[in-house]
Nanobody
């Protein structure tokens, strides 16, 4: 069974950068499309970005386009989320999970029961 563990969160000032990592174990990561999701207190869960199993296709929420970049290294069984130009509204718990797919494309819908424990990202001066 695929297990996912997130890391890399923390406190950063507005305009700063963070890189989140999602490390996989238990099953070869290259079988799965993976997405990053976030949830802030009092807000609905939001899909941030997803990447196909090969890495050839990505998808982003409009709120992060041009600022966040998702990538993967299947040899290291890790998916990354590079976050630049961070804003206070990016503050949330970020977690990674398997996503649904449509042919070779990732769909920013979480496969229930697949998420990791999450990592807190706080953007504040």
């Amino acid at each position: 069974q695929l297990q996912l563990v997130e890391s890399g969160g923390g406190l950063v000032q507005p305009g700063g950068s963070l890189r989140l990592s999602c490390a996989a174990s238990g099953f070869p990561l290259n079988y799965y499309a993976i997405g990053w999701f976030r949830q802030a207190p009092g807000k609905e869960r939001e899909g941030v970005a997803c990447i196909s199993s090969s890495g050839g296709s990505t998808n982003y929420a409009d709120s992060v386009k041009g600022r966040f970049t998702i990538s993967r290294d299947n040899a290291k069984s890790t998916v990354y989320l590079q976050m630049n130009s961070l804003k206070p509204e990016d503050t949330a718990v970020y977690y990674c999970a398997r996503t649904l797919t449509l042919q070779t494309l990732c769909v920013m819908t979480e496969v229930l029961g697949s998420r990791g424990q999450g990592t807190q990202v706080t953007v504040s001066a």
